[in-house]
């Protein structure tokens, strides 16, 4: 019998299958490898800033203090590059804005956080700042390519890894344990990003999904470390390509890219840059799994003991990742409460049954 069968290998469910590995737990990872995964669209970018009012995200000290750590160290570890702490720079959209900015970055709250001026490295760019720009000093990003594939090749040693799309029907939830075809386990853990919509246990959860696109452009020969962010953000990947993202679109929630996408990426872009020959490499679009109240979803079914989700991810599963996986693990096998937060319970009363 083994301990958990996790369904999703995407973020979610690769982290947390890690964290459980840790402990000890034998594993049975289902996974369709779905190409419009959210991991293979997303920029890879952690910043738990939100740019709209200028304040820190939910548990923002303790996210970024253990995102920064836990990439950190499976990169040193697995000794394979995926993983770079940076500094993202905001350009102020007008006055107000750059007034806002210049307080907060004063207060008690954000002063570890925000600073009010910008790396010097941007005045080789072709940038226009009329209002100037300040730094976010705790940021990073992963490579997910690289890392998804280095994390998949260590889960692979550990536990059983089934690369099929999960068949509902084939799975029997008894009192003592659950059953998937041949598969014995005490638990299963659902982990299926925005897939969620359409699992049978927890399609009720209030998700409010979000689509978004993104472009890879060549480098005209742009050398920069820090993440620039004008609402949207552009990466050097270091590799003769640039990456920026996203959009939002609550609407069409399919996987197709839009020219609308393209253009609205690149009119952003032209907003802050006196450049205009940008050659498109690559556009991608996927499904964000946002859910009504932008926090995580995480807990037990209301009916069934050993049935539990891990998703809710939102915009930000690359900083969210490691520090819910923790406190899952910490409910799943140790009995530690979830946070109220995160925890599917605040869902229940209203959107079961
Ligand atoms: C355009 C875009 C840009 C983004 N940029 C960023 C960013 O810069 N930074 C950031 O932190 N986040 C970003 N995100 C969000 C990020 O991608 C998500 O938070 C994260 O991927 C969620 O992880 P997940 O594992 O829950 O879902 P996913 O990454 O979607 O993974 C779900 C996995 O479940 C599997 N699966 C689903 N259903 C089944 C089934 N029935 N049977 C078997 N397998 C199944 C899929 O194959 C997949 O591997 C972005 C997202 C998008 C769309």
Same mark, same amino acid.
């Given at each position: 019998?083994?301990?958990?069968?996790?369904?999703?290998?995407?973020?979610?469910?690769?982290?947390?299958?890690?964290?459980?590995?840790?402990?000890?737990?034998?594993?049975?990872?289902?996974?369709?490898?779905?190409?419009?995964?959210?991991?293979?669209?997303?920029?890879?970018?952690?910043?738990?800033?939100?740019?709209?009012?200028?304040?820190?995200?939910?548990?923002?000290?303790? *996210?970024?203090?253990?995102? #920064?750590?836990?990439? &950190?160290?499976?990169?040193? &570890?697995?000794?394979?590059?995926?993983?770079?702490?940076?500094?993202?720079?905001?350009? !102020?959209?007008?006055?107000?804005? &750059?007034?806002?900015?210049?307080?907060?970055?004063?207060?008690?709250?954000?002063?570890?956080?925000?600073?009010?001026?910008?790396?010097?490295?941007?005045?080789? /760019?072709?940038?226009?700042?009329?209002?100037?720009?300040?730094?976010?000093?705790?940021?990073?990003?992963?490579?997910?390519?690289?890392? *998804?594939?280095?994390?998949?090749?260590? @889960?692979?040693? +550990?536990?059983?890894?089934?690369?099929?799309?999960?068949?509902?029907?084939? $799975?029997?939830?008894? #009192?003592?344990?659950?059953?998937?075809?041949?598969?014995?386990?005490?638990?299963?853990?659902?982990?299926?990003?925005?897939?969620?919509?359409?699992?049978?246990?927890?399609?009720?959860?209030?998700?409010?999904?979000?689509?978004?696109?993104?472009?890879?452009?060549?480098?005209?020969?742009?050398?920069?470390?820090?993440?620039?962010?004008?609402?949207?953000?552009?990466?050097? /990947?270091?590799?003769?390509? $640039?990456?920026?993202?996203?959009? !939002?679109?609550?609407?069409? @929630?399919?996987? +197709?890219?839009?020219?609308?996408?393209?253009?609205?990426? $690149? #009119?952003? @872009?032209?907003?802050? !840059?006196?450049?205009?020959?940008?050659?498109? %490499?690559?556009?991608?679009?996927?499904?964000?799994?946002?859910?009504?109240?932008?926090?995580? $979803?995480?807990?037990?079914?209301?009916?069934?003991?050993?049935?539990?989700?891990?998703?809710?991810?939102?915009?930000?599963?690359? %900083?969210?990742?490691?520090? *819910?996986?923790?406190?899952?693990?910490?409910?799943?096998?140790?009995?530690?409460?979830?946070?109220?937060?995160?925890?599917?319970?605040? !869902?229940?009363?209203?959107?079961?049954?």
């Amino acid at each position: 019998m083994h301990d958990y069968i996790i369904v999703g290998n995407g973020l979610a469910g690769a982290i947390l299958s890690y964290r459980l590995n840790e402990e000890g737990k034998s594993i049975v990872i289902v996974d369709e490898d779905a190409p419009e995964a959210a991991w293979k669209v997303a920029g890879g970018v952690w910043n738990a800033i939100s740019f709209k009012r200028i304040i820190k995200g939910w548990m923002a000290d303790e *996210m970024t203090d253990e995102a #920064d750590a836990f990439y &950190q160290k499976l990169q040193d &570890q697995w000794k394979i590059e995926f993983y770079e702490a940076k500094k993202i720079v905001r350009i !102020f959209s007008d006055v107000h804005f &750059q007034n806002t900015w210049l307080s907060k970055s004063d207060s008690p709250e954000l002063t570890s956080f925000l600073s009010d001026n910008s790396p010097n490295e941007l005045e080789t /760019l072709p940038l226009k700042m009329p209002f100037g720009a300040g730094t976010v000093k705790k940021g990073g990003h992963v490579q997910l390519g690289v890392f *998804m594939k280095a994390i998949k090749a260590h @889960l692979n040693k +550990s536990a059983t890894l089934i690369n099929e799309k999960f068949d509902f029907d084939s $799975l029997t939830v008894n #009192d003592e344990h659950v059953e998937y075809k041949e598969i014995k386990a005490r638990n299963i853990v659902f982990c299926e990003g925005y897939e969620v919509i359409n699992n049978p246990f927890f399609s009720w959860l209030p998700m409010s999904l979000t689509k978004g696109e993104i472009l890879i452009l060549k480098n005209p020969g742009w050398k920069f470390d820090c993440i620039i962010n004008n609402g949207k953000h552009l990466i050097d /990947l270091k590799d003769g390509r $640039l990456g920026v993202g996203a959009t !939002f679109d609550w609407k069409n @929630l399919d996987h +197709s890219i839009t020219e609308e996408g393209k253009e609205q990426l $690149l #009119d952003h @872009l032209e907003k802050n !840059f006196e450049f205009r020959d940008w050659k498109v %490499l690559i556009q991608k679009a996927g499904i964000r799994p946002t859910v009504a109240d932008r926090r995580p $979803l995480t807990g037990v079914h209301p009916d069934h003991p050993n049935v539990f989700v891990f998703n809710g991810l939102g915009t930000k599963g690359v %900083l969210i990742a490691p520090w *819910m996986a923790k406190k899952m693990v910490q409910y799943l096998v140790h009995g530690t409460a979830l946070p109220d937060e995160s925890n599917i319970q605040r !869902f229940a009363k209203k959107h079961f049954r």
